[in-house]
């Protein structure tokens, strides 16, 4: 007869069995995870990227020394992406007899292509956004510039030979964080002006930047194809100081929402080994009768797939049926965020997931079928004789083989899965020795305590390999809970603190050094918290070791422009809070020796730079020698202004400086702000309140996408721990009905499984706190850049959560076992 | 006379001996057994337990291999065949009903009976299971799952499902064992009356000294040594 025929008949009746039901959900769970987290982590992380891109004003931001070539526009054109393109130079502006350098920004149609420019009538209040670009002859400048011009809305400005209006007062452009270390204030005019202005020579300090903006895909392929013909001299996305925050946060949830779907998924993958292992030893007594009915092996094995193909399909259907409502769900929570102008959701993560689910399905099931196939007839006579035992290194190859390759198609990030599966396939290994010993120590213990405990110890060591697999499953699950509940947990903190109520909302910037009391007293006046001012010292770096910065070879491409640009330089006794010395150590406070520096991190991986090299830079035409003396790690989500050179007390008190200063305004800030401004023409004050709340933005969302995808992790986590103990059902009841008629009272069954638990999650709970530590440690610092901090509560979780979740799943799936009268088990 | 006996031998066990290793070192619990059964006999398999009765049965039946000697079934040699030949031969030769029934739950009575016929590829299962469930008395049955079904009632079905496919050789490992005695006479009842109609051979391990004696031959065993083989006195 046809196997495909028997196994359909029976599948539907045998779904309500346990087993199956397990199995199904493990499966399902394992498909909706994967559907929802693909769906969700394309949508948020596209959405977050998004914002993020706002501080580039584009998706790509090109940037060239040379005029844009229509032909990139016809090339972006071609890749269905809009494109915009901007020049930006310093110049000195002039209204009669007032004069102010300024950073002139031409703009063409389409700027800004991500994010808005904001723009007012009236110095620091409403703000509007802005429709289009400033009309020919028209210009926005910001407030600092119309003070120093002492000019108002409606007046007009010489730039260069152009006599333009002042239309609006410009609050805000998305990409003003770009180069803001040219700290001028900003104007912004109309690129059909550009060349009205006279001030486009050969040899003038222009810098064009071409901007593109689409779908993703085709922002890459775009990219791919513009790579092949871009001059050396182009470079993508400007990476300068302060640009790099809100990308770090996108990059930091993206990675967090695959680790979570990369760890619901090892999570659903120990489930299904469970309850596969247990579907295929269900069928033992079945395959031992059709066997004596005369079935032969292959009509075992290919109906035995048959149901599990069935069961794969209605765990695929169901699953990506729950996925998408979850993902739908999960968007409406997000609402605005991630809905704007993306591609819809597509039949790929339900392909993937469904592939998945099936490469597990088969690779953790195969073994259990070979087994299976190899029943011996015999046992339908003896119900002890059992298939020979299967190879544990075919078991584990089998195993690994699949989850491996699973996790490979669904998450291209090998670091991560490096990291990941390593880390869980030492905790197994561990949880495996450790399981075994147990079962060897408790073997010789078991004497000496009451009934209750001896039968559980019993158990648990007459069970030897059962037991230790146990401990394994138990062990894995509790560990891949814990480290994603505490690596959550230390995420949010880190994006908290980027939020931190005491984090700057407005840069001032140029102030000269006589000018800081004078501003001190308007903040003292307007009840404002008293502004700190760090030095700042312009220079250009002129040799290394001695050794030309032109000629200079870098370890990265980063470095040569790095080197060769125009550095701020600081000083400091102390070192700041928001950073931290990761080489060599800070100097003492009373330091008044030769110029030491203390150099950021990236900066010294680009130059290759490290401790003992000697720079010297050119300060106002002077030459100062600085010694690196330490490395330091910044905290760029602080907000704090901060530098990539800090020289020690002293060595820059011979050179012009300026001040800077953070500030986080409360209240009438728009009157403490204009006074300033009016009192003190050369202070810049620039607006980082937008960039907060950008950040601010995609941190809300990014939390609770994780929140919402950590819950399916925790579902996962619940069905593995019950699953493995549902594994051992059959035995359990047989057992308990016969310490029953043995004349054992009820209550001291349920205390010896409840002991034999309790034991099991304890050692489980012990090495799942142990593995997850480890492994957190090893994921924040690694995958997240983030410090790790022990946490004990992890270990509190680990251990009381082992015990209690153990013992409840497993009183739970016994309960019922144990309440049935002995004879029924006995006689069935 | 010992060719004739040759000729009309459906089952025939040749110096059967089996061994099996454990922790106290290598069991012997067969040795040397050999007998040989006509077409239609009964025989009734007796002995105290432990003796061997079932580890005969199922090396008779090809469900596992003897260390040595042979077993032919019919004029086939069980022991040199592989595990799918020996399946094969039982899904047309071989019939069983066991002391705990071993219906499958997941089918309804009529496709338990149905199950051997669609492995021998019966041409109408459906139509032969029908028919000889109304003739085990349970065509109203037919449709009622294992659990809905008393000891009595599985038995019954255990047995159309043995008796289905006609097969040469029926094998009962303690049929009655699991009923009470009244259940269990008529079961023996349908056993035996079948076997009478259709010419099938009867090899019944029992306890029960009332079914032995309505069998044609004793093999008593002891100890996995045949000590005795009595005819029934005609
Ligand atoms: N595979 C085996 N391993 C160990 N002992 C076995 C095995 N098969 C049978 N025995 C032992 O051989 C003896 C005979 O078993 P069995 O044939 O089941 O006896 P019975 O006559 O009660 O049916 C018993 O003591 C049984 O424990
Ligand atoms: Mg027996």
Known sequence: MSAIHYALRSFFRELRSGEVMVLLAAVSLAVAALTAVGFLTDRVSRAVERQANEVLAADLRLRSPDPIPTEWHELAREYELRSAETATFPTVVFSGDLSSLATVMAVSTNYPLRGQVRITEQLFTDQRIAEGIPAENTVWADAALLARLDVDIGDTISVGELEAKVGSVLTYRPDQSIGFASLAPSLILNSANLNDTGLVKTGSRVRYAFLVAGIGENVETFYQAFEQLQPASVRARSREEGSDRAITTAERAQRFLSLTAVISLLLSAVAIAMSARRFAQRRLDTVALMKSLGASQHLVISSASGQLFLLGILGVVTGSIAGFLVEKLVVGLLGEFVQTDLPPIGWGPVFLAAGSAFILLFGFAMPALMQLKNTPPLRVLRHDAMPPPISRLFIGGCSLIAVTVMLYISIGDSLMLLLVLGGVLAVAALLYIAGRILVSLLGRARTGVGIAWRYGLSNVSRRGRDSAIEVVAFGLGLTVLLLLTFVRVDLLESWQQTLAESAPDHFMINVQPDERSSIADIFRTNNQAIPEFAPMVRARMESINGEDVRERRYPMEDGQWMANREQNLSWAKSISPTNKVVEGKWWAADYAGEPLVSLEREAALELGLSIGDKLTYIIAGQKLEATVFNVREVNWDSFQPNFFMVLSPGSLDAYPSTFISGLRLAGNKEQVLTEVIRTHPTVSVIDIGSILLQVKGIIDKASLAVQVVFLFTLVAGLLVLFASVHATIDQRRFESAILCTLGARRSTVVAGVLAEFAVIGMVAGFLASLGASLLAAAITVNLFDLEYTPNMLLWAAGLIGGVTLVCASGYLALRRAISVPPVAVLRA | ?234
């Open chain 2, 1 to 234: 006379m010992s060719e004739n006996m040759n000729k009309q031998a459906v089952l025939t066990a040749k110096n059967v001996t089996k061994k099996v290793s454990s922790p106290e070192g290598t069991l012997t619990i067969l040795s040397e057994v050999t007998f040989s059964v006509q077409k239609g006999e009964s025989v009734a398999l007796v002995g105290v337990s432990g003796a061997g009765k079932s580890t005969l049965l199922a090396l008779l039946a090809g469900l596992d291999l003897p260390t040595a000697g042979e077993i032919w079934l019919g004029d086939v040699n069980l022991t040199e065949l592989d595990e799918d030949g020996r399946a094969a031969v039982r899904a047309s030769n071989v019939g069983f009903v066991f002391q705990s029934f071993h219906l499958l739950p997941s089918l309804n009575a009529l496709e338990n009976v149905m199950l051997p016929l669609e492995l021998g590829g019966d041409g109408n299962p459906r139509g032969t299971a029908t028919k000889i469930m109304e003739r085990v008395g349970l065509g109203a049955r037919l449709h009622h799952y294992p659990a809905q079904l008393s000891g009595g009632e599985k038995q019954r079905v255990a047995i159309a499902r043995a008796f289905a496919t006609r097969p040469a050789v029926l094998f009962a490992d303690e049929p009655t064992g699991n009923l009470d005695s009244v259940t269990g006479e008529k079961i023996a009842d349908l056993m035996f009356d079948l076997n009478r109609n259709s010419s099938t051979t009867l090899i019944i391990v029992t306890h029960d000294s009332s079914i032995a004696a309505r069998c044609d031959r004793r093999l008593g065993l002891e100890a996995g040594c045949l000590v005795a083989d009595e005819k029934k006195p005609q």
